[in-house]
């Protein structure tokens, strides 16, 4: 358990379908991430939230929509998904001034 | 363009066989090298941080190791608990984080 909680951790759904992945976190951590990680390839940063202000998008399609309401919560909304974008996705904080990253069990997205 | 490769993709070793895992890296300005381990369907586990050449870290039977251009993750008397995938990753000057695609182990008992 590293204190990065991830809901849900499955999901399927259709082209035309909204949805949202939620990611908390309970160590106190300023910065938290989301990436990507597909089958045979690196993780993929998507976005980088510091103290709750975005601070990198890394050339993310819009149909891929972040929220980071406070520094413990981050959300990833999903609509119109094409199905390449099925992947594990990975939540990870680090705390302010520290390195390494924690990361959550992630939230298996299949998109049909 | 930071990067980092990783080397084998895949490796199996017998109990006991002892092995050592390489990370390659090109990025401007190294603020760090990191070493996970992955699960199969759960997120990557934490394991080392280095910042410097010639710096070393040691947990249970893992030892990595930092040069300027590469990262080795030492295994010693390997046990099939060990089995997982060892990932890498970089912080530049550019403070994100690059990820390699990962080393698959597999320590048969």
């Known amino acids: 358990e590293t204190g990065v909680t991830q809901t849900p951790r499955h999901l399927v759904m259709g082209m035309t379908n909204k949805k949202s992945l939620k990611c908390e976190q309970h160590l106190g951590h300023n910065a938290m991430y989301w990436y990507k990680q597909s089958a045979k390839k690196p993780l993929e940063l998507m976005f980088v939230?510091?103290?709750?202000?975005?601070?990198e998008n890394n050339s993310v399609p819009s149909r891929f929509s972040p929220e980071c309401p406070n520094s413990s919560h981050l959300f990833l909304h999903l609509h119109t998904l094409q199905p390449e974008d099925s992947a594990l996705y990975l939540c990870?904080?680090?705390?302010?001034?520290?390195?390494?990253?924690?990361f959550g069990p992630g939230t298996r997205l299949t998109v049909t | 363009e930071d990067q980092v490769t990783q080397s084998p993709e895949a490796l199996r070793l017998q109990e006991g066989e002892s092995s050592s895992l390489n990370c390659s890296y090109t990025v401007s300005g190294l603020r760090g090298l990191f070493w996970y381990r992955q699960d199969p369907g759960k997120g990557p586990e934490f394991l080392f941080t280095l910042y410097s050449a010639g710096e070393e870290k040691e947990k249970e039977r893992l030892k990595a190791t930092l040069t300027k251009k590469e990262s080795f993750l030492h295994i010693t008397a390997p046990k099939p608990e060990d089995s997982a995938t060892y990932l890498c990753?970089?912080?530049?000057?550019?403070?994100?984080?690059?990820f390699g695609p990962g080393t698959r182990l597999s320590v048969l008992p």
């Open positions: 990870a904080s680090r705390p302010t001034g520290g390195h390494e990253q924690y």
């Open positions: 990753a970089v912080q530049a000057n550019g403070q994100n984080f690059v």
């Open positions: 939230y510091n103290f709750k202000e975005q601070t």
